[in-house]
């Protein structure tokens, strides 16, 4: 991941663009994806990340956030609920 803030800002807007709950999960750690200082405390190239999404608008912001998240090299899966 080169250049992390890119990542974060590019993250937490896409998340935001939603009203769906995104929640990133990372070993332990559970973070509002809309929260850029979560973020960048928890973001790391090589972990893999689970996302947590529910609400009105849950499947869009899904291929949303999957997207981003490929776009900038992070391994992510979408957590069925």
Known sequence: MS?????VVDISQTASQFSSSI???AENKYIDV???LG???T???HQS???HVHGP???EAKKAMIDVFTKHGLNVTV???
């Open 57 to 59: 608008d849950a499947e």
């Open 23 to 25: 929640v990133l999960q």
């Open 43 to 45: 973001l790391v190239s």
């Open 3 to 7: 250049n992390t803030n890119a990542t």
């Open 79 to 81: 957590v069925a609920e």
């Open 39 to 41: 973020l960048f405390t």
């Open 34 to 36: 809309k929260s850029i």
């Open 49 to 51: 990340y689970e996302l």
